[in-house]
């Protein structure tokens, strides 16, 4: 498939929102929703500020609102995969003083003068289904990215040592992001001395005898969300069977992933799975449990009364979380998965794979286990 031809698929997805929603055209204005439509464009400058473009979609194609200063590049870069629907103006591109509101969009596109605008807030639930169901071309541009991912997390957690600091080791994982073309948007890690934080910022505090570390990493608008462990010296007793207790309860969450059931079904086996492996019945309510992803860290993230529905050719990334208050040990798995057709165990095809990590079988899959040094 070619650039165009996903960009004509996926604005073919956005008019069926248009007319469900009534609308002359959408405005979308997140990152998510316009590197998606954009074939992957990089629609930042700051990790932590706005996009510095917006895009008009309508019945004919689609308006881009950009800054002055960044056009040529955006024009020259971002969007040269979409070139020939620059050039016979079905994607428009539309400078804007630096100074001025991108969010005016009669402003900028004054043929919207009379239409009906929506924006994200108001179709958000649409929207997400229309980003739902990724594309093959998209499956193998985020299998690279999850790959490489998995590979900077088993270069670098292959040489820390108990005396590294968290500070040191997320310090390593940031330039082999980078290298691979991706921006590091979560960087994560956990010593022995701080196991209890879920959301673990890293600190100069020792790695000590077991670690975990978290790689979010985003290329080409999509978001790869990858957890491993490792471990150092003996293993305490009841460690190993805390960590595959972990592993079950995020084989039920990938057992109830069926095309058409709500996201929320999900939340409702996780919330009884953790009591059947052993884990406290509030074991759901200490972390987010992750949800759909892709395009955005979660896509939504579920939660109760979550009205979205699963869809085939989806991508998810759940992260059960687990503390067992006798060992004083925590557990976790995270992978970035896509749901296939069928019912056997290869409907879930992992994306984060690096074939160096040690793995055990769970349920037919295979899932990472502690890498022991």
Not at 123 to 144: C, I, K, Q, T
Request: proline residues 5%; charged residues 25%.
């Amino acid at each position: 498939m070619t650039p165009e031809q996903e960009f004509h698929a996926k604005h073919a997805r956005l008019t069926a929102v248009l007319e469900e929603a009534g609308a002359d055209a959408l405005v979308l204005s997140t990152a998510g929703s316009l590197s998606w439509l954009l074939a992957g464009a990089r629609v930042h400058i700051s990790l932590a500020g706005p996009p510095i473009l917006r895009a008009v979609v309508h019945r004919d194609g689609v308006a881009v609102g950009v800054f002055s200063n960044e056009s040529a590049r955006i024009r020259e870069e971002e969007l040269s995969p979409l070139v020939s629907l620059l050039d016979d103006g079905t994607v428009s591109l539309h400078e804007l003083d630096w100074y001025a509101d991108v969010d005016d969009v009669r402003a900028w596109l004054p043929q919207a003068a009379g239409w009906t605008l929506t924006g994200e807030s108001a179709a958000a639930l649409p929207l997400r289904s229309a980003r739902a169901s990724l594309l093959e071309v998209e499956v193998e541009r985020y299998r690279a990215l999850c790959r490489a991912s998995a590979e900077a997390l088993t270069d670098v957690l292959g040489e820390v040592t108990p005396e590294t600091t968290e500070r040191q080791l997320a310090a390593a994982l940031a330039p082999r992001i980078i290298e691979a073309g991706a921006d590091p948007v979560v960087l994560l890690v956990n010593g022995e001395s701080r196991a209890v934080h879920r959301h673990p910022l890293p600190t100069d505090a020792p790695l000590g005898r077991r670690a975990m570390a978290v790689v979010c990493a985003r290329r080409q608008g999509l978001i790869a969300n990858v957890t491993r462990w490792v471990g150092f010296g003996d293993v305490v007793a009841g460690e190993e069977e805390m960590d595959a207790r972990i592993l079950s309860v995020e084989a039920e969450a990938f057992a109830a992933l069926s095309p058409g059931a709500r996201l929320e079904s999900v939340l409702g086996t996780l919330k009884e799975s953790y009591v059947r492996h052993g884990f406290a019945a509030d074991e759901w309510t200490k972390h987010h449990q992750g949800g759909a992803a892709g395009y955005e860290g979660r896509d939504p993230r579920v939660f109760p009364g979550v009205p979205d529905l699963i869809h085939e050719n989806q991508a998810f990334a759940w992260n059960p979380t687990g503390w067992d208050r006798q060992l004083g040990l925590g557990a976790k798995v995270e992978d970035t998965v896509v749901l296939r057709a069928g019912t056997d165990g290869g409907r879930i095809d992992v994306l984060s794979v690096d074939e160096r990590w040690p793995t055990v079988e769970v349920a037919g899959i295979a899932r990472p286990a502690v890498l022991r040094r």
